[in-house]
């Protein structure tokens, strides 16, 4: 098992943004793409061939959308993912542009977060999410393509019945056990418990949870945060999950985002060691 590191990249940054990620000494990890304009033909083969010249392994390809994005309550229940219907076409659209492109690079998992589906699974707009990713799976499936949610927006266990519904053994999770803790939709340790066995990827990132009158918590620095990441380690070997665990540093404003990158680093291949041997 490695440790990886999330290159969000765009037409005209990806060169930099990977030798970056390179001279920090990562040579696998997952790629973000929030520029729709990049999902070209001519875009794909330059960014493969530049991969292949870095030696820099992409396991998943997190494909953002189109349209609004507001993260903070309350909007986050109206902008996010396929949940606002005025936007499901076009962001499934986008998603597929997306996953085509990742497999143009040789990428088999496409990632991404569908938004905060309601739990009833009578509500219109589940049913017409989960219609959506029925068609969207089937097509990866039979290329030999797999869709990860990206977890924290929905609780654990919806997630689980939408894995169910969908039916497809392609389908599964991109586990961010910070965003469990900052959402306050789980217990990070339970979900795993639960998700494990359809674990195909996993950000490490620590948070701390909401306080009374607070509508969520925040991200913090590797270790320092209530992320037992230990315990989830050894719940992944468990579960034989054979993958690479990618930082995923999203936090702004902080004193040295390279050393605090490179702490996280070293502080998750301590543990690996220790579980892993």
Known sequence: ??????????????KDNIRHAKSLGFDCGQLAIWDMGFYTDEYAKELKAFLEAEKFEVSALWCGWTGPVIWGYPHMYTSLGLVPDYMRQKRMEDLEKGA??????????????????????????????????????????????????????????TLNILINEIGLDNVGV???????????????NDAMDMLGCRIFGMHAKDAVPARFGETSGHQVLIGTGKVDFKRLMCQLKENGFPGDIVIEHEMSGTADRNAEILDAKKYLEAIIAEVFG
Do not use: W
């Open 100 to 157: 085509d492109f990742a497999y143009a690079l040789g990428i088999d998992t496409v990632v991404t977060h569908i938004g905060y589906t309601p739990d009833n699974p009578f509500d219109p707009a589940r049913l017409a999410i989960v219609q959506c990713l029925k068609g969207l799976c089937k097509k990866l499936r039979d290329r030999g393509q797999r869709f990860a949610f990206e977890t924290g927006e929905e609780i654990p266990l």
């Open 1 to 14: 098992m490695r440790v990886g590191l999330l290159v969000d990249i765009n037409r005209n940054n990806y």
């Open 174 to 188: 991109n586990f961010d056990p910070a965003n469990l803790t900052s959402s306050g939709r789980g217990n990070a």
